[in-house]
């Protein structure tokens, strides 16, 4: 069933990808997900806690308003273990959290702006934004970090 409103639609999208991540992670040979294919790449295990933590902090830290979401970004990407199976679950998780989340949020909300705090901004200067602005850069971080798991999957499972 399609989507019926806004939030719904973001919801949707996020799920997508997340779940497209799920199954690229999945596809790791279980001895690789703490191998950076790339020296000066992620690992399949840090790539994981970043995006996890990243789209968890814009979608439901900034975007619902849930001031108790926090990062820690350099522990993002010195994360490391897991399986194949524990990474996907976590990508799952993270969209039935989201779900959860934008169906408890009031559609008013949305243009509300605010300057995030650093602690879920992550990297850089907080710039002020909008609920709905930091919803969309959610799914936007989540579809590029998609592809760089994909490249990282095939480059694994040939080496």
């Known amino acids: 069933m399609p989507p019926s409103s806004e939030l719904e639609t973001y919801a949707h999208r996020l799920r997508f990808v997340l779940e497209k991540l799920a199954r690229a992670a999945e596809e790791l040979p279980p001895d690789r997900v703490d191998t950076k294919v790339l020296p000066d790449g992620n690992s399949p295990a840090a790539l994981t806690a970043h995006v996890v933590a990243s789209v968890r902090g814009y979608a439901i ?9 926090t990062r820690d970004r350099p522990a993002e990407f010195a994360a490391s273990g897991g399986s194949p199976a524990s990474l996907a679950a976590d990508y799952r998780a993270l969209a039935d959290e989201i779900d959860d989340a934008l169906a408890r949020l009031d559609p008013a909300r949305l243009n509300e702006t605010l300057v995030p705090d650093q602690a879920v901004f992550g990297q850089g ?13 959610a799914i936007g971080h989540a579809a590029e970090h998609l592809g760089e798991l994909q490249f990282i999957k095939d480059l694994a499972r040939e080496g």
Not at 125 to 137: C, G, H, N
């Open 61 to 69: 830290g900034i975007g619902t308003g849930r001031a108790e979401i």
């Open 125 to 137: 200067e907080p710039e002020e934004m909008s609920r709905r602005q930091a919803i969309v850069a």
